[in-house]
């Protein structure tokens, strides 16, 4: 390399390494770090209870975090989106409510919990009987809203300017559920994986809840425009239907291909979807970070939110040129038919996760402005673009036109949101 030319990239270096350093990308990507380490993680976790117990036990235990998490995310109610936007901006009062929107999560989620425990003779009856009715009715009521307590408080961090606790909180929650299994295996507990997942979410919870409330503010000055629960009511609702049509995508996708191409093809997707689904959370730690850093500052919203595309895609765009082109060696390390039947899905998932960052950023900048229409029209325009599309392609294209129809549909709503931007940003004159 040329001597003139060294002095150059180090000064692109610096300048690169000092923008991740700003307060709202180094938080961002402490949440990033966050699902990714709680990914790898909870792999291991996996594997050893696998090694730990039988097969059938292993199953029952699964299927009763997984309920349970379902249940505690839904009745959740997107109050942890509303933390993120409020309580930057709700001054003393940020105290009160937390613990008011804590409240509300948790008693709808032990009354969700509690529901389906009670009717779990009729929807499922396997699981009533592999746990024992009063068992199951324990478990649900008391794990449903420690979960949703778990969840929102991630959110609250965020708020707060904390994001780089997250990170060691899953860390220590992950080491602690792989403890207990380790203990519960040794006693011979039939139900050890639930309990120790429950466990460790119960006493996490409870340490940063202590740090939470000497963090929140108790005292000081008011806000300027104090924050009523009429304000966090509309939010919510507005975020939360927003939501339904996400998870319409992210959730309901693996139900439609099960019922279109059987199981075979469904348990592909599985695969694929989760190792492409990685992406995706990259752009959504981003914009949590956004709305907590600009929630109280609206005018750098344009400013933040180019700052957001532009980080989420420099993590997004390295890890897309590992995982299109090696799609099919990636899938072979699970078996021959994963690689031979989702090479396809798997690229093309990966590729829809550049355009996504685009429309997660809009509607996290979304969550800021308080934009409800926003907030539930383009997840709404993008389900229909991507659900009834991969509908019609599965027959002729198998999994390739799931992959087809999250590449399209998130590419036409991307280019929408640029052009709108494009449109509405002021003109400025030459001479200017």
């Not at 402005?369 to 926003?374: G, H, L, M, P, S």
Request: aromatic share 6%.
């Amino acid at each position: 390399m040329p001597d003139g030319q060294a002095p150059g990239l180090l000064v692109r270096l610096r300048g690169v390494l000092a923008g991740w350093r700003a307060p709202q990308h180094r938080d961002g990507l402490a949440l990033v770090l966050s699902s990714g380490l709680t990914s790898v993680i909870g792999l291991i976790y996996w594997v050893a209870a696998a090694r730990l117990f039988p097969p059938g036990v292993v199953g029952v235990n699964n299927t009763l975090i997984s309920t349970m998490t379902l249940i505690a995310v839904s009745a959740q109610l997107n109050l942890g989106n509303a933390l993120l936007r409020f309580v930057p901006v709700a001054g003393r009062s940020a105290r009160r409510l937390v613990l008011t929107c804590y409240a509300v999560g948790a008693g709808a989620a032990a009354a969700a919990g509690g529901v389906f425990a009670l009717g779990a003779g009729w929807w499922a009856p396997e699981l009533q009987e592999a746990v024992g009715a009063a068992p199951l009715v324990l478990f649900f009521v008391l794990s449903t809203p420690v979960w949703t307590v778990f969840v929102v408080q991630d959110y609250v961090l965020t708020a707060v300017r904390r994001a780089t606790v997250v990170p060691l909180e899953n860390l220590v929650f992950s080491l602690l559920k792989i403890g207990l299994l380790a203990v519960g295996a040794l006693l011979a507990f039939g139900v050890a994986i639930a309990v120790s997942w429950m466990v460790a979410t119960a006493l996490v919870v409870l340490a940063i809840t202590a740090y939470l409330l000497r963090v929140l503010p108790a005292g000081g000055p008011q806000a300027a425009s104090p924050v009523g629960p009429r304000a966090v009511a509309r939010f919510a609702s507005a975020d939360w239907t927003g939501g339904l049509f996400t998870n319409a995508v992210e959730f309901g996708l693996p139900l439609l291909v099960l019922v279109t191409l059987g199981a075979e093809q469904a348990a592909t997707f599985g695969v694929a979807w989760a190792i492409a689904y990685g992406l995706y959370l990259v752009s959504h730690g981003m914009g949590q970070s956004l709305v907590a850093h600009v929630a109280a500052d609206p005018a750098a919203l344009d400013a933040a939110r180019r700052g957001t595309v532009t980080r989420s895609l420099a993590l997004i765009g390295p890890a897309a040129l590992v995982v299109v082109p090696g799609a099919g060696p990636i899938l072979s390390i699970f078996g021959p038919h994963y690689a031979a039947t989702g090479t396809a899905l798997l690229a093309l998932a990966a590729l829809a996760a550049v355009p996504n960052a685009v429309i997660t950023a809009a509607l996290f900048g979304a969550r800021v402005q308080q934009r409800r229409a926003v907030l539930v029209g383009v997840p709404a325009v993008v389900a229909v673009l991507v659900i009834p599309p991969a509908l019609v392609l599965m027959p002729l294209l198998g999994l390739a036109g799931v992959g087809v129809a999250l590449v399209a549909g998130q590419s036409l709503v991307a280019a929408a949101i640029l052009v709108g931007y494009g449109l509405s940003r002021p003109r400025v004159s030459p001479s200017a």
